[in-house]
Each structure stands twice: as structure tokens, then as C-alpha cells.
């Protein structure tokens, strides 16, 4: 039983970041961008929350300055790919690795290999709800997460009425599929995909703070290591419906929950339990290729 909490907690534990970075990303996706940058808005999140917790003492601090530094890089982002009309996978890809660099160029300045909070730990970031978390199971569902974690689900919903019940979601989805059209209704089209865009990078920078602040009370360079790709997968697997790429999203997180757990019992071997998650997302990926070549053959496409 001890084992199966284990392995249920970790994989809310491990999807949350990933989850995040989906819910974000789906509405670039509809909008007809591909934000490879959201590994880079990622890892702008962790290294800001954590840095200024660093520097101020503040954790609210940290929360609200990830947030605007992951928005300003989503301007970039959209500045280049939707109004210099730039090549957005070079864009992302730059954008990726200048995070990481600027990063690890401030580290260097603080002659530190990690940014490690002193004043709190991870304990404090835990919500837990009494008599629910000493319940088998429901427990290890429920209780004993954190306040970002709790956000991240309750979003799914959020984020799915938001695209299929409101104006804003019809008019991202009408410009990922047909600009002109969008056009001749009156919209403008790079207004959306701004917006969709900078959803994205606010989502990101949840999963960043979730990743460095919440979950560690430290940031090391890179950290994030390839969530942000793993992500794109899941909402292309998902073709960026919320509840599908959500639940790609969970897949992984129990992929990788099952990696950790299990190498804990496979001694000098456990290091090949690392491979797991990227098997099961290229396996997942694979059959949901084979899947969409065969659906596209009988509707003779």
C-alpha cells in the first residue's frame, strides 16, 4: 500500500509541471503557433521565483516577479514570431537557450552551482487536509499538495470552458483554422494570438514557480529538462483539446513516478529506470501518429 501512495503522489507530484505548461500552451496551439518556447518561460519562472525569494525574503515577491518576467519573454516571443512574422521554432529555440544562459551567467556572478532557499523549505508550501490525508489512496490524492498544484487541476476545467464556452476561445480557434475568415469577421488576428500566447507564458510560469519554489526551495540551471518539450508532445497528442492533452499530461507525470519509484529498489541498476518516461512518450507518441495516418486513410485524405 506504502508503495502504491508512493507512486499516486508522485505522479501529480511530476505531471503538475508539465500539466501547466500544456494548459498553457493549447490555446498557441489552436492559434496556429508553435510556442517552443515553453521550456524556456519554464525556466524563466523557476530561476525568478526562486532568485528573488533569494534576494527579498519575499515569497509573494517571488510568485508576482515570475509571473511579469515569464510575460515579458511571451512578448518577445510574440513580438518576433506574430508581428516580425519570424520563424517561431528558431524564435522558441533562442529564446530557450538564452534563458538557461542568462541564468547560468548569474550563478556564475554568485559563484554558486544552485540558488538554495534558507529562510522556508518545502514543508511550508503543503496544504494538508485533515482526516482526508490519513485515508489509503484518497489521501495521497487529495492532501499533502500545494497551492499551485490544487490551481493546476481545478484549471483543466477552467481552461476547457474557457475555450468552448466563450467568445475569446471561438475567436482563437477561428484564427488557428482560417485567418481570412477571421479577417472578414473583423478580427484581429495577431490581438488573439498575443493573448493566446501570453496565457501560455502565465501558465508556464506557474509550473516554474511549482517546479523550483514549491517543490524544492531551489533552482539549478536546466532543471526544468525537457518538461517544456514534453509538454508540446502532449498537446500534440492531445490536438489541444484541454481534457486530452491534460490527461498526455498525467500519462507522463506517471511515467516519470514510476521511474523514481521504482529505482529505489533496483540499486546499482536504477538508473535505467530513468529512461521510462521518454520511452513511454515516444511509445505514445508513435501510436497516436499511427492512429491519426489510419483515421486520415479511410477518410481518404
Excluded at 503557433?33 to 525556466?43: F, Y
Excluded at 518545502?122 to 490524492?141: C, M, Q, R, T, Y
Excluded at 517546479?211 to 518538461?227: C, H, Q, S, V
Aim: charged residues 10%; aromatic residues 12%.
Amino acid at each position: 500500500m506504502e508503495f502504491l501512495n508512493g507512486i499516486i503522489y508522485d505522479s501529480i507530484y511530476h505531471a503538475v509541471p508539465i500539466l501547466l505548461c500544456v494548459l498553457g500552451g493549447i490555446f498557441a496551439y489552436k492559434a496556429n503557433v508553435l510556442n517552443i518556447a515553453l521550456e524556456g518561460m519554464m525556466l524563466t519562472g523557476a530561476f525568478v521565483s526562486v532568485f528573488v525569494s533569494f534576494k527579498t525574503e519575499n515569497i509573494i515577491l517571488g510568485y508576482l516577479c515570475a509571473i511579469i518576467a515569464c510575460l515579458v519573454i511571451g512578448l518577445i516571443f510574440s513580438f518576433f514570431g506574430v508581428t516580425c512574422k519570424g520563424n517561431v521554432i528558431i524564435i522558441g529555440l533562442a529564446i530557450n537557450m538564452s534563458v538557461s544562459a542568462i541564468a547560468g551567467f548569474i550563478l556564475q556572478l554568485m559563484k554558486s552551482a544552485n540558488i538554495k532557499l534558507s529562510f522556508t523549505n518545502a514543508a511550508n508550501f503543503k496544504i494538508h487536509i485533515p482526516v482526508i490525508e490519513d485515508i489509503p489512496i484518497l489521501g495521497s490524492i487529495l492532501s499533502g499538495h500545494t497551492v499551485i498544484t490544487y490551481v493546476s487541476f481545478v484549471s483543466i476545467i477552467l481552461i476547457w470552458l474557457l475555450m468552448y464556452k466563450t467568445k475569446f476561445g471561438i475567436y482563437v480557434r477561428v484564427v488557428g483554422e482560417n485567418e481570412d475568415s477571421a479577417k472578414s469577421l473583423g478580427l484581429n488576428t495577431n490581438k488573439y494570438r498575443y493573448l493566446a500566447i501570453l496565457l501560455g507564458s502565465f501558465f508556464c510560469a506557474l509550473a516554474g514557480i511549482n517546479l523550483a519554489l514549491e517543490r524544492m526551495t531551489i533552482y539549478t540551471n536546466n532543471m526544468t529538462t525537457g518538461r517544456g518539450f514534453i509538454a508540446i508532445a502532449a498537446i500534440y497528442c492531445g490536438q489541444g483539446d484541454p481534457l486530452s492533452c491534460a490527461m498526455y499530461a498525467i500519462i507522463f507525470g506517471i511515467a516519470r513516478a514510476l521511474s523514481v519509484n521504482l529505482s529505489l529498489y533496483a540499486g546499482g541498476a536504477a538508473a535505467v529506470f530513468d529512461i521510462i518516461p521518454y520511452v513511454v512518450m515516444s511509445l505514445v507518441l508513435t501510436l497516436v501518429s499511427i492512429t491519426k495516418y489510419r483515421n486520415r486513410k479511410v477518410r481518404g485524405i
